[in-house]
């Protein structure tokens, strides 16, 4: 959910810079004002109005913890994220959450949530906005909210208990589970590098701090912090809220089961409508997850689905046309704003017809958008076999084998290239890591990568893929990272700089005492064969005819994840140096340990 609200800030800035700051008269006017909850708590809240407006018109809403994102540092027709419905009339109002910038309360970051709640949360403070809203402003009596990762979970929950004034809701680059895969742990690996800065950042004061890191190379400074329960004896010392409760939480209980957006949500109450990028780096799973589930109790109709080709939070840019070195060739962030005002124009100006089918779900390789009354559509289940020779194969198994490497804690794989620098700064390559060209790792001696043949037809995946990993560990516990990649010609004639890039198409680590179950976690047998199930989650991706695919496996992304100690502890937040210890990992394949990766191939 992360504090992407620097970088997004240096976007706005850069847009004033270039034209939308240019001195004109406006076409709304600001206020900004303190409104009062039910237990009198004031909320710090800025309304842009159409100047002249002679109009009832509807109400989009925005609540953010940010001083800057998704809170109306500019005036809407400046934004490119909402200047299309700017153009066309809506009122716009901005509020901070309780005990964020201006507004009074306490913060309590990402709090528990349920239907049932009888007490105060975001929820009764935005049912409490909108009344006063109706009062307040002269609106048509009908109010959407939306908003991107923090401010997008804001929107999901008051679309869960509405104001009946509240109409529609997109919640966007939303979380879906904070344990299981989004922001702070996936599938029970804890995501070190950024849930220390952002924890930090968010509660080390009313302001929000970025952590005086001595070095610039982030690489370097968290292997020297040594084990995680270094962080409270050297640095937090116990005065960061949310670090404290992830060391006496360290796997699936009611603390993560209570926060999780994916238990609290089910029946759509209103109309919603998800919004996911592919490369998001921070909450891919959420919309995807959110939507899954909203589906399955869906009978009006009411639950939608956009996924495109984008980082975090890129679909708001003025220009999305590229993400890392993938280039979509088309701006596609104008064109999602097309269908969310088109969206929210049905929903709450009664402007129709309805103009999206259920899912709207960009294809990458082929960069053109695709609709689906059903998401996902229907498809053949193909297994991509591992081999000997470090070879892939569809549908063939293969001779027995096996393929080994050493995991050392000592000597982590990066996640992405040096220098790895503070996660929100301007320097920083955070945003695109996931389409970052994976030749970085791929001649380690501690990363398989098995590579197909150059494929002689386009091949077209369209759905859920899911890693079957055999694999055994000489130590008692063990990460196990897996990458479907699309391997690019080794001359690419349309695009000569991607020639031989190895582009992620989807991606997961999975922590292996988890592997019976995230509430009670177990103990590797050592040199056991076990069966990995991994989601990769979801793409809709065309593998070009030259191309080749690749599966690369590893045992350490780092600094984003934590090492394992791959020795067996039953905190590793508690573990100390002693416990961090080399191991042989050995992927099995063909014969009765046939790994493999299920592809949802389209015919």
Request: proline share 6%; with cysteine.
């Amino acid at each position: 959910m992360g504090s992407k609200h620097i970088a997004v800030l240096s976007v706005l800035i850069g847009l004033w810079q270039h034209g939308f700051g240019q001195k004109d008269t406006l076409r709304y006017s600001k206020e900004e004002i303190m409104v009062p909850m039910r237990d009198g708590v004031r909320l710090f809240t800025r309304i842009f109005t159409p100047i002249g407006n002679a109009d009832s018109l509807p109400v989009l809403i925005m609540r953010s913890p940010y001083p800057d994102w998704n809170m109306g540092l500019i005036s809407p027709e400046r934004d490119p994220y909402v200047s299309n419905m700017a153009t066309d009339g809506y009122i716009f109002v901005y509020q901070n959450i309780r005990g964020k910038q201006k507004s009074e309360g306490r913060f309590i970051m990402e709090g528990p949530f349920t239907k049932r709640d009888t007490g105060i949360n975001e929820a009764t403070d935005t049912y409490d906005l909108v009344e006063y809203l109706l009062h307040h402003c002269k609106t048509n009596g009908r109010m959407g909210q939306l908003g991107i990762s923090y401010p997008g979970e804001m929107a999901l929950i008051s679309g869960l208990k509405p104001h009946p004034a509240l109409k529609a809701v997109s919640p966007q680059g939303t979380v879906g589970d904070f344990f299981l895969g989004d922001d702070y742990f996936h599938n029970g690996a804890f995501r070190l590098s950024f849930s220390f800065e952002y924890s930090y950042s968010e509660e080390s004061g009313p302001d929000e701090r970025v952590f005086p890191f001595s070095r610039y190379d982030l690489y370097q400074w968290y292997l020297e912090l040594g084990p995680l329960s270094n962080v409270n004896k050297k640095y937090f010392h116990g005065k960061i809220p949310t670090w404290n409760d992830f060391v006496v939480h360290p796997y699936y209980d009611d603390y993560w089961r209570l926060k999780s957006p994916l238990n609290y949500s089910d029946t759509p109450v209103i109309p919603i409508l998800h919004v996911g990028g592919y490369w998001d780096q921070e909450n891919a799973f959420g919309p995807q997850a959110l939507y899954a589930k909203m589906e399955q109790f869906d009978t009006h109709n009411y639950n939608y689905l956009i996924m495109g080709p984008w980082k975090h939070g890129q679909w708001a840019d003025r220009d999305a046309s590229i993400v890392g070195q993938y280039d979509m060739h088309r701006n596609t962030g104008a064109e999602f704003r097309e269908y969310q005002k088109q969206w929210f124009d049905y929903w709450l100006k009664g402007w129709g017809p309805m103009p999206l089918k259920n899912a709207t779900c960009y294809q990458t390789g082929s960069n053109v958008w695709q609709s689906y009354d059903v998401w996902p559509p229907a498809t053949e289940a193909r297994n991509l076999y591992l081999q000997a020779g470090k070879r892939l194969e569809l549908d063939k198994k293969g001779e027995a084998g096996a393929d080994s490497y050493i995991s050392d804690p000592e000597n982590p794989v990066m996640y992405r290239s040096r220098p790895i620098e503070i996660t929100y700064s301007d320097s920083s390559n955070w945003e695109d890591w996931l389409t970052e060209d994976q030749r970085i790792v791929d001649h380690r001696p501690d990363v398989l990568s098995y590579t197909g043949e150059p494929l002689e037809a386009d091949v077209v995946i369209t759905g859920n893929v899911v890693a079957h990993v055999f694999a055994a560990t000489t130590g008692s516990d063990a990460d196990w990272v897996v990458k479907l990649i699309d391997v690019y010609p080794d001359i690419d004639k349309s695009k000569p700089e991607m020639s031989g890039n190895e582009l992620i198409v989807a991606s997961e680590i999975f922590r292996s005492r988890f592997r019976v179950s995230f509430s009670a976690p177990e103990a590797v047998v050592p040199y056991k064969v076990e069966e990995y199930t991994i989601d990769l989650h979801e793409a809709n991706h065309v593998f070009k005819k030259g191309h080749r695919l690749m599966v690369q496996i590893q045992s350490t992304w780092f600094p984003l994840y934590d090492r394992n100690p791959q020795k067996y502890v039953p905190n590793i937040f508690l573990a100390n140096e002693a416990d961090f210890i080399k191991a042989t990992q050995t992927i099995h394949h063909g014969g009765k340990y046939a790994s493999y990766i299920s592809l949802p191939v389209v015919h």
